[in-house]
């Protein structure tokens, strides 16, 4: 996009390829994510992105929805969501730049204090993360991974969810190659009875998140405790 220097890889997943990037403009560190969608999408000579043969449809329906939901976080005052500062097409496919931001995910953070919280600690942390995930459901965005190791504790001392993504990411059942985390994925997540993932499906996933910051451990996979 004629501004951003992009670095090594630092992370890969389903939906793309994160890198450590320099913002020429601004003169600052952000972390670039390249839309590239394991199994539909193939890297050119020229570095450029094509989709793989026979799933045209599966990548450009992904494109379209990782494209809404960067541009729809980047235009929200969602105070506890990782900022997106920008979003552009490029190379044949989508890239979205986050402002980078220093701290560690709430599991470490559990793991450097005594494994579990007092509600009295836990209680200033999470009211403003509710605020947040009712604002990003509105939106009409599901995040479908909110867990402990999405999660991160800033050094504002504010938690922040990371790692928002595509809904195909976070079902079992899709053609892509899914990231969801037992324990704290709602049943829905797995398959189960063609339900539907929607605002239920982060409200599970928060409470199980609190669970485990109060209680000390993971609650039991959805799948097993359906029956």
Known sequence: NNRYL??????TDGEGI?????????????T??????????HRNPDKTVSM??????????????????????????LTALTEVVDVFEENGTVYSVNAKISGITLEEFLEKNGGS?????ARALF??????????NDLGIVHGGIST???????????????????????????????IFDGFAAIEQYGFDEMALGSNTDVYGLCATLFRVLIGT??????????
Do not use: H
């Not at 993971?218 to 029956?227: E, F, K, L, Y």
């Open 6 to 11: 992009i670095g090594k890889v630092f992370s």
């Open 18 to 30: 994160s890198y450590i990037g320099w913002d020429n403009a601004n003169d600052g560190i952000v």
């Open 32 to 41: 670039v994510k390249e839309y590239f969608p394991v199994n539909f999408a």
């Open 52 to 77: 793989i043969k026979g799933g045209e449809y599966i990548f450009n329906e992904g494109l379209l929805e990782f494209k809404e939901i960067c541009t729809q976080i980047m235009n929200s005052e």
């Open 117 to 121: 919280l007092k509600w009295e600690q």
């Open 127 to 136: 009211l403003p993360l509710f605020d947040t995930v009712k604002g990003m």
């Open 149 to 179: 190791k999405t999660i991160l504790v800033c050094r504002d001392g504010k938690l922040r969810i990371a790692d928002y993504q595509i809904r195909n990411i976070r079902n079992v059942g899709s053609d892509l190659k899914t990231e």
């Open 218 to 227: 993971v609650p039991p996979s959805a799948a097993d405790r359906i029956s």
